[in-house]
């Protein structure tokens, strides 16, 4: 269940202290921009990051965990379960908010100590999926791709990826996924146990359009991709037509997702990384949040709830 404006604004008044669990220091990445915003807003933000930690970003020092934290946080816990997921080197640990108490631990990638997740969504059957990669984004195919269940069982479902973007779902079986430094999208059929049955390319992009990043669906099953380093939005039909463009004021467009009250609202990030000082005056919004009321409605997107004892 969605949190109404309301809470959410009781909840940030009562907060100054926000621990950030996976704090990205990747300007690409959602959570640096949320705590990036929260940020510029007064708000104090302790990261939190396995891979990172002794450094400092946004005036603290980078913790390696929540164990490290020595001073009091301000947490607000509104449902009976809230979980967290978050990856501490090998460790992908599921934490209930409301009491702070460890679910469980899941060993992942023990002999990649440099990989890290990166997109995660959930399918229509209300299961998590995401992406691991190569965190120094090396030309290496270290990255694969994972469901976890309502059972917290975790399987992995494909592997030999650069860096994993996506997926977005057409329905419970299939799915697209992304190699962005392939520039290749996937179209991906499976079966109940979450076998490939099929495997293909969907599109493949070429150096001009840039790399395909975050993607999402809508109802008529279109599928909406981001350019990184293409400033723009390709909507593709299930054949893989370019049925329509959204040109932005950004280089670096790095996902999407619908939402607003209709569904019908396309929200945008994009990024500044990488940019030269010239491309930085030419598309002078990057690093921005977008919004762009389409014509269509995005799929209704299925809480992950987990069964535990």
């Known amino acids: 269940m969605s949190l109404s404006d309301r809470l959410l604004r009781d909840i940030l008044k009562s907060t100054k202290t926000i621990a950030m669990v996976g704090l990205s220091m990747n300007e690409t ?3 640096y921009f949320v705590g990036r915003y929260l940020h510029k807003r007064g708000y104090k933000i302790i990261p939190i990051n396995a891979g990172h930690g002794g450094k400092h970003f946004f005036g603290q020092l980078v913790k390696s965990s929540i164990d ?3 001073e009091p946080v301000d947490m607000n816990h509104i449902k009976n379960q809230i979980i967290k997921i978050t990856k501490k080197q090998e460790e992908l640990r599921i934490v209930n908010l409301k009491n702070n108490k460890k679910i469980k631990s899941i060993f992942i990638e ?14 229509p059957s209300g ?7 190569d965190n120094l984004e090396r030309n290496i195919q270290n990255g694969s791709l994972y469901c976890l269940n309502k059972n917290l069982k975790l399987k992995m479902v494909d592997n030999k990826y650069m860096i994993t973007n996506g997926p977005a779902f057409i329905n419970e079986k299939n799915f697209y996924h992304t190699d962005t430094k392939k520039r290749i999208i996937y179209k991906i059929k499976i079966d109940k146990n979450l076998n490939i049955l099929e495997k ?4 493949k992009f070429l150096g001009v359009e840039g790399f395909p990043d975050g993607m999402t669906t809508d109802r008529f ?9 293409g400033s723009s939005i390709s909507v593709f039909n299930q054949k893989g037509k370019k049925i329509y463009k959204i040109k932005l004021p950004a280089k670096n467009v790095t996902n999407c997702a619908f939402g607003g009250a209709n569904n019908n609202d396309l929200y945008i990030t994009t990024a500044l990384k990488g940019l030269k000082e010239i491309d930085k005056k030419k598309y002078n919004l990057s690093g921005s949040l977008f919004k762009v009321r389409t014509n269509s409605k995005g799929m209704t997107s299925k809480s992950f709830n987990v069964i535990y004892d």
């Open 221 to 229: 099953k279109n599928l909406w991709v981001c350019h990184f380093g």
């Open 127 to 133: 299961r998590l999926w995401f992406g691991s990669m």
């Open 68 to 70: 490290e934290i020595d």
């Open 29 to 31: 990445r959602p959570s």
């Open 110 to 123: 023990i002999d990649k100590p440099l990989n890290r997740l990166n997109d995660g969504k959930t399918d």
């Open 200 to 203: 293909k390319i969907f599109k």
